[in-house]
């Protein structure tokens, strides 16, 4: 079993940043991907952002040249840096984990963590 948990989420202003950290933990194989998803009231849980093992990233457009994902492998830990966060950014922020073994793929997530922008 793979624990995974967010921080760093917060009321921030237009304009301003945050940093999402997610750390996974637990019976780790190997960390194929972490992504970040976000659901705002009323609206399905969307892909924000993804990065593989190999250090390939995706974003979705409207989000890209103002989020930042990365993570450090030897923590398995991921992060998401957000700069010029706009209010359409509000929403609950999940962490998304795919453990792999010789077993099969396994996804993981975290409870999410609240991103308030507003002035």
């Known amino acids: 079993q793979v624990h995974v948990v967010e921080s760093g989420g917060g009321l921030v202003q237009p304009g301003g940043s945050l940093k999402l950290s997610c750390e996974a933990s637990g019976s780790i194989f190997s960390i194929k991907a972490m992504g970040w998803y976000r659901q705002a009231p009323g609206k399905q849980r969307e892909l924000v952002a993804e990065?593989?093992?190999?250090?390939?990233?995706n974003y979705i457009d409207r989000v890209k040249g103002r989020f930042t994902i990365s993570r450090d492998n030897a923590k398995n830990t991921g992060y998401l840096q957000m700069n010029r966060l706009k209010p359409e950014d509000t929403a609950v922020y999940y962490c998304?984990?795919?453990?792999?073994?010789?077993?099969?793929?396994?996804?993981?997530w975290g409870q999410g963590t609240q991103v308030t922008v507003s002035s």
């Open positions: 990065i593989t093992s190999s250090g390939s990233k």
């Open positions: 998304h984990v795919r453990d792999a073994s010789a077993a099969g793929s396994f996804d993981y």
